[in-house]
């Protein structure tokens, strides 16, 4: 079945670490995405990539990373600079960065909790 | 700044009734509006796409309504069931071709 694939489901991050949530789509999207998702706020974007090795800051950018060296993949990496990381993680794609007629497809989510 | 509104309350409907929820939004003008489920613990799932020139867009037992002078969309659930029962998020086109996100308002379908 294609769809979009994140790991693991939840992740406990310790303070000063680093930690990497997997995303992976067999969709053959080109675009894709990285939201937060807090309790009572709408989903905000943190960076998305309309190709492979390129990828754009979203909203709330300071303290992620990530990278595109395959289509197919979109890990998003927490750093210790994020004060704040506990939220619902999700991973979306898109068949291109034009939304007038398309629609997003969303992973399962990652819940990252701080130790 | 652009912002939407989704009602923050739970919304508790009695199963065969039609559920009607609001998205609102001021200091925009999107050229569509997007509709999704979400479920605990999962990721959103695409529903309905509506565009600014469509009054209304249906599908099975959804009906979506644009109204772009009231700057609002009202999301439609006739014979609810309690398999209904999520929470329903609304999404309209930003700029940079980013889409912007309401809040989510939660649906309860009473048996």
């Known amino acids: 079945d294609g769809g979009i694939t994140q790991s693991p489901k939840y992740l406990f991050r310790k303070e000063g670490q680093n930690v990497t949530l997997s995303c992976e789509q067999n969709l053959n999207h080109d675009a894709m995405y990285w939201y937060r998702q807090d309790p009572g706020q709408g989903l905000r974007l943190i960076y998305y990539s309309q190709i492979v090795n390129d990828f754009q800051k979203g909203d709330i950018a300071e303290g992620y990373s990530v990278s595109r060296e395959k289509k197919e993949s979109f890990p998003l990496t927490v750093t210790s600079a994020q004060k704040n990381p506990t939220a619902f993680y999700l991973c979306?794609?898109?068949?291109?960065?034009?939304?007038?007629?398309?629609?997003?497809?969303f992973g399962s989510g990652t819940q990252l909790s701080v130790l | 700044s652009q912002k939407i509104e989704q009602n923050s309350e739970a919304l508790n409907i009695q199963e065969g009734k039609t559920a009607t929820l609001t998205c609102n939004y001021t200091?925009?003008?999107?050229?569509?509006l997007q509709w999704y489920r979400q479920d605990p613990g999962r990721g959103p799932v695409f529903l309905l796409l509506i565009r600014e020139n469509e009054k209304e867009k249906r599908k099975e037992r959804l009906k979506v309504t644009f109204d772009t002078t009231l700057k609002q969309s009202l999301f439609h659930i006739t014979a609810s069931q309690p398999a209904d029962s999520a929470t329903y998020l609304c999404?309209?086109?930003?700029?940079?071709?980013?889409?912007?996100w309401g809040a989510g308002t939660k649906l309860i379908i009473k048996p």
């Open positions: 979306a794609s898109s068949y291109g960065l034009d939304r007038a007629n398309e629609k997003l497809f």
């Open positions: 200091n925009y003008s999107p050229a569509y």
């Open positions: 999404a309209l086109d930003g700029s940079n071709y980013q889409l912007i």
